[in-house]
């Protein structure tokens, strides 16, 4: 499929990434408080869809501009293992994301989600009705598993270990940070504020939340909350929802 059909149907699985869009005729502004972002059910009612899947393949497109620059965009394809709620497009889906390789530069987008081959992840998928491209909510709609020393281990998109979930919030360990190994399995090793308060998955594991009790707990507030509606973007709305996150 070529770029601009992929960037077109952007809208139908596009993942909320930063700071609120400003007011124009493609976006709405909006405010949510940090309480919020961190809440299952707010997540998911401003996502078209809710689910668990494996990252097999991950491109770079660009876009040109009328002036004749270009503005990048990142193409993520998942297996999916599990539509918790929303549209089952299948087997495959696709996501796209703000930034990426343009030519021999990288226009990176702050707070965007980061994605490498074979993670396992679960997203909640923003939905382009209500425009929640925002880093907050970018930053708490992405969890990724790994391997612990007995179990799963989950982290939010910083690399914080998930310690607790409730309809209302998803509690992170922000104490400790993540250091994924190369093959983003495990943690090599957990950076901590405090150099000298060092830990290992071993010692953290029993602070941290079962990993099937959040994946129950994800599947049910999405199966019990009501999906946002998704809007097609048209190729001129695509362009200007690319420009809006470059320029800032």
């Not at 990048?72 to 990426?100: C, H, L, N, P």
């Not at 343009?102 to 987008?109: H, L």
Request: aromatic content about 10%; charged content about 20%; overall charge negative.
């Amino acid at each position: 499929m070529k770029a601009r059909n992929h960037a077109i149907l952007l809208c139908v699985t596009a993942i909320a990434i930063l700071t609120c869009a400003k007011t124009s005729a493609w976006a709405t502004s909006w405010a949510a408080s940090t309480d919020e972002l961190t809440s299952p059910s707010f997540l998911a009612s401003h996502s078209v869809g809710v689910f668990r899947g494996t990252v097999v393949s991950i491109d770079y497109r660009t876009v040109a501009t009328p002036s004749g620059g270009s503005y990048a965009y990142t193409i993520v394809r998942f297996t999916v293992t599990e539509q918790y709620a929303g549209s089952d497009t299948g087997r495959e889906k696709i996501i796209y994301v703000a930034g990426g390789q343009n030519g021999e530069r990288r226009q990176a987008i702050a707070g965007a989600p980061s994605f490498n081959v074979d993670d396992d992840v679960v997203v909640f998928e923003g939905s382009s009705n209500h425009w929640l491209f925002g880093s907050s909510f970018g930053m708490h709609g992405v969890f990724r598993f790994i391997k612990g020393e007995t179990d799963l281990i989950v982290l939010n998109n910083n690399g914080f270990p998930v310690t607790a979930i409730n309809n209302a919030n998803i509690s992170v360990k922000e104490d400790y940070r993540c250091e994924l190994s190369l093959d983003r399995k495990h943690c090599d090793a957990w950076t901590s504020a405090d150099a000298l308060d060092t830990k290992t998955t071993k010692e953290l594991e029993p602070m941290l939340v079962n990993a099937t009790d959040f994946e129950n707990d994800i599947r049910d507030i999405a199966k019990n909350t009501a999906l946002a509606p998704s809007r097609p973007l048209s190729g001129t709305e695509f362009v200007e929802f690319l420009k809006h996150f470059v320029a800032n």
